[in-house]
């Protein structure tokens, strides 16, 4: 069973940049999507982007579009998420998930990592 584990956040200011990780471990078959989620407190999860592992095509949330940049290192075994021009309503928690299927049905997720936009 893949395990899944975000690094990365933290506390930035409006305007500031900041990358996460997301390092899988325990890995047999290579997903098909990599996905990152977010959720902020008293929210409803919302889907931020993913990127396809073969091929590395990318879809934002139209939220995200023009800041947030997707990108995976196959020799890791790892998927990023690079922040830039961030937003205090970016706060939240950010989870990676991977989907195994075409279908894009996210199975397997990480706990999550903290991050926090100064205004």
């Known amino acids: 069973q893949v395990q899944l584990v975000e690094s990365g956040g933290g506390l930035v200011e409006a305007g500031g940049s900041l990358r996460l990780s997301c390092a899988a471990s325990?890995?047999?078959?290579?997903?098909?999507?990599m996905g990152w989620f977010r959720q902020a407190p008293g929210k409803e999860r919302e889907f931020v982007g993913s990127i396809r592992w073969s091929g590395g095509s990318t879809k934002y949330a139209e939220s995200v579009k023009g800041r947030f940049t997707i990108s995976r290192d196959y020799a890791k075994n790892t998927v990023y998420l690079q922040m830039n021009s961030l937003k205090p309503e970016d706060t939240a928690v950010y989870s990676c998930a991977e989907a195994l299927t075409y279908v894009g049905t996210y199975v397997h997720w990480g706990p999550g990592t903290q991050v926090t936009v100064s205004s």
């Open positions: 325990g890995r047999t078959f290579s997903p098909f999507y």
